[in-house]
Each structure stands twice: as C-alpha cells, then as structure tokens.
C-alpha cells in the first residue's frame, strides 16, 4: 500500500536535514544574530548536501523533487531552532519562478547558483502605498529602446543585503491605472539607481529587512522574467510556494517551542510532581501539539497540489494552510514561554525572542485577514466588503 502522508524517502529526508540542524542548533543561530552575522556555515553545508535546490530542477543542478521536499528541509531546520529563512525566497519563490517561466538562458545562468546556495535571490513586491492591496501596486517599468526603466519602491523586502538581485514586481506603464498585470524583473544587487535602507525590526533573527528605492533603474531586456502577459498565473507560481513555505517555517518554529517547553514540563517540580502533571500545563502543550499536526496535514496537501500541477488547488490549500500554521505556531510560542514561567522570558532560554518572531507568519506573506476574505469570497462565495 502506498504511504498515505509521506514517503520512507520524505522521512530519511526529516532525518538528515534534523540531524543537521541539530548539529548547528539554537545557540549557533542565536550567536549569529548577536554578531550581526550570517548562518553562512548553514547554508553553505546545507547546499552542499543538495537540501537547498532539492526542489529544483535536476538539469540545471537541483534535485528534481518539489516544493513538498523543500518545505520538509524547512521545517525540520526550524524544529532544530535554525531556520534559513531564504529558503522561502531565493529557491522557493524565485527559483520556481525561473525554472516555470525564465528563458533557457535565465535557467543556465541562476538555477545552477540558486540550487547550490553559491547565489542567492530576494523578493519584492511589497509597496508602502499598497501592502495587502497588491492590485495598487505602483512600480512601474517602462520600455527605453529594447530596455526597461523600472521606477518604484518596495518595503520589508527580507535579505536584500546578501542577495545576488531581487526579483521585483512590477507593471507596465500601460496597466497602471487598469486590473494587476504583474511583470517580474530582476534587479542586480549594485544596479544603479537601486538602493537599500535597512528597516529596525524588533526581531531576532539573522535575515533583516530592507525599504528599496528604484529610480529609474535601467535593465536590459532579458532582465523581465516570464511574459509580459502573462500576469498573475506567473506571479502565483511564486506566492503559493512562499505560501506553503511559510507554513513549513511556522510549523518548525512551534515544533521547536513546544520541544523546549515540554522538556522543561517533564523536569521542572516546584510541588510533588513535575509541572508537566497538572494538567493546565499539559493540555495547551497537548492542544498545541495537535494543532501543529493539523496545520502540517494542510501543508502536505498544499505541497501535493503544488507539486501536482494543480495551481488552483494548491492556491486555496497554501492560504489555509498558512493559516492554520501561523495560528498554531502563535499559540504554540505562547503557551511554550507560559510554560518555563519566569524562564520564559530569560535570555538563557531564548524562548521570549519568538513571540514576536512568530507574529511575523500571521502578517507575512499574506496577512492573516487576507486570507479570511479569500476563504470567505473564493471558498464560501461570500460577498466582498472591500
Ligand atoms: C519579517 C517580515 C519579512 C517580510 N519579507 C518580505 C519580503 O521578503 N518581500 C516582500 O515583498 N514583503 C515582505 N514582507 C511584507 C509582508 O508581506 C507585508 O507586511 C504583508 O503583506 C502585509 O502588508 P502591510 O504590512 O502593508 O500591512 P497592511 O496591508 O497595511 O495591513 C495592516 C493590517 O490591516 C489588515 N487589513 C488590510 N486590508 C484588509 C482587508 N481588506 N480586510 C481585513 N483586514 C485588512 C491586515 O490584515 C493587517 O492586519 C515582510 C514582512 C515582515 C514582517
């Protein structure tokens, strides 16, 4: 009988990459952030265990597998307590964007480097003005010659700084005041007329984030990927992989939450028994574990639907799943620093730090609300209030 959930080969997966992260773990994540480094050792380790391109495709250097692999190296790095949070980006969003719909010369030049972590690709298509209202998108590109003048901003763009370029979104002169025609471009990193402010977060983790001016940014004209007509189908061959990816992140993150507090359950006794014994400690780490599971069953559909070639499907999937893995992942953070009492808030136990970091999965990329609205409009057939 085929396996229901998953594969021996996606649990010798989970094995490998847990080993790993276990073997760099939380204090080598937590070292890096305080030296206002990178988890460059991570990753390069990581790629070389060809984890990072897993989802890539095989002639251009990756593994041949989908998007469901690479969200199981995620989600294993983040139960170890050292997330790479540019798995959502570079390979997930842009690395499937190029392999769908780049030219042959696009694919030659950036799967290779993207599949074995020696470059990386941000991702940009939030805007000040526009937020969770992408159809008010404003970068706009237009056509000088055979090349294209690219003029707009984008804000909270995640590792702009060690990006080799950004992927940028934006529309053509024409569409402006029409529906969302998407273009995509990439922006070299030291492209002129392109500059980076980096934005103070209250977030401890390695990947900062980056307000981004492009004025008048001249790239040439392979630097659109895809067609220029081709709109939003492009744009969600990106967004439901960060979608689905996003989950495996926040999955990963309360794995890592609920470890730590119910190994401190089991020991911890200030009566006769271990705190873990009465049961208003045990039930929420209980709930929190069945939720993380529930939202995990979600993610594999998306992941399945993605990786099927059901684009619609993974759609409606990737949100929910989103979803119920930001939720769960909140709740799961919060009952874990609950859990170790005053320690919860130590440094020593660096648990405090996630409270904030797990917020980020119900706001980014699609906020929590927006999802509602897409369930309530496109699942249930509710009307639109907005
Ligand atoms: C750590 C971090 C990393 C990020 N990385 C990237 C990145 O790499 N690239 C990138 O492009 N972006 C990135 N983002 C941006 C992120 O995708 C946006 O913050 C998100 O899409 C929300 O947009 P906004 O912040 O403008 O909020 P807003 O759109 O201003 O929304 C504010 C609040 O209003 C609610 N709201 C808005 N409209 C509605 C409505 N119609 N109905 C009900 N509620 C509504 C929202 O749910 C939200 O709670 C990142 C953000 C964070 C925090």
């Keep these: 009988m085929p396996p229901v959930i998953e594969t021996d080969d996606h649990k010798?997966?989970?094995?490998?990459?847990?080993?790993?992260?276990?073997?760099?773990?939380?204090?080598?994540?937590?070292?890096?952030?305080?030296?206002?480094?990178?988890?460059?050792a991570l990753w390069k380790e990581a790629a070389g265990l060809g984890y990072l391109g897993v989802n890539l495709p095989e002639a251009y250097g990756g593994g041949g597998a989908g998007i469901t692999e690479l969200s199981l190296v995620l989600e294993e790095l983040g139960t170890a307590g050292c997330p790479l949070l540019m798995l959502i980006v570079s390979p997930a969003i842009c690395g499937t964007v190029i392999a769908r719909f780049g030219t042959e010369e696009q694919k030659r030049d950036?799967?290779?480097?993207?599949?074995?972590?020696?470059?990386?690709?941000?991702f940009?298509?939030?805007?000040?003005?526009?937020?969770?209202?992408?159809?008010?998108?404003?970068?706009?590109a237009r056509r000088e010659g055979t090349d294209w003048i690219l003029t707009g901003r984008k804000v909270f763009v995640s590792g702009v700084d060690l990006a080799d370029a950004t992927l940028i979104v934006g529309r053509t002169a024409d569409a402006r005041t029409g529906r969302l025609k998407p273009c995509l471009f990439l922006v070299p990193r030291e492209a002129e007329g392109f500059t980076r402010r980096r934005i103070d977060m209250e977030l401890s983790?390695?990947?900062?984030?980056?307000?981004?001016?492009?004025?008048?940014?001249?790239?040439?004209?392979?630097?659109?990927?895809?067609?220029?007509?081709?709109?939003?189908?492009?744009?969600?061959?990106?967004?439901?992989?960060?979608?689905?990816?996003?989950?495996?992140?926040?999955?990963?993150?309360?794995?890592?939450?609920?470890?730590?507090?119910?190994?401190?359950?089991?020991?911890?006794?200030?009566?006769?028994?271990?705190?873990?014994?009465h049961q208003a400690i045990a039930h929420p780490l209980a709930v929190a574990h069945i939720e993380l599971e529930l939202a995990g069953l979600m993610t594999r559909k998306a992941a399945h639907l993605y990786d099927a070639g059901d684009d619609a499907g993974a759609g409606e999937a990737a949100n929910m799943a989103k979803y119920a893995a930001a939720e769960a992942c909140v709740k799961a953070v919060d009952q874990a620093v609950h859990t170790l009492?005053?320690?919860?808030?130590?440094?020593?136990?660096?648990?405090?730090?996630?409270?904030?970091?797990?917020?980020?999965?119900?706001?980014?990329?699609?906020?929590?609300?927006?999802?509602?609205?897409?369930?309530?409009?496109?699942?249930?057939g509710l009307p639109k209030s907005y």
């Design 205 to 277: 983790a390695p990947e900062k984030q980056f307000e981004l001016t492009l004025d008048e940014v001249r790239l040439p004209a392979d630097a659109l990927v895809g067609d220029e007509d081709a709109g939003l189908l492009q744009l969600f061959a990106g967004l439901n992989p960060e979608r689905i990816m996003t989950a495996a992140f926040a999955i990963g993150m309360g794995r890592y939450a609920l470890d730590r507090a119910v190994a401190y359950a089991r020991e911890r006794s200030v009566w006769q028994q271990p705190i873990g014994a």
């Design 341 to 380: 009492g005053g320690n919860g808030l130590t440094s020593e136990f660096g648990l405090a730090s996630l409270v904030n970091a797990a917020r980020v999965a119900r706001i980014a990329p699609v906020s929590r609300e927006m999802i509602l609205n897409y369930v309530s409009h496109r699942t249930l």
């Design 12 to 40: 010798a997966l989970r094995a490998a990459v847990g080993a790993l992260g276990r073997r760099y773990g939380r204090e080598y994540f937590t070292r890096t952030v305080a030296e206002g480094a990178h988890p460059t």
């Design 110 to 122: 950036w799967l290779p480097g993207l599949a074995d972590g020696s470059r990386v690709m941000a």
């Design 124 to 140: 940009g298509i939030t805007e000040p003005d526009a937020g969770s209202n992408s159809h008010r998108l404003t970068t706009t």
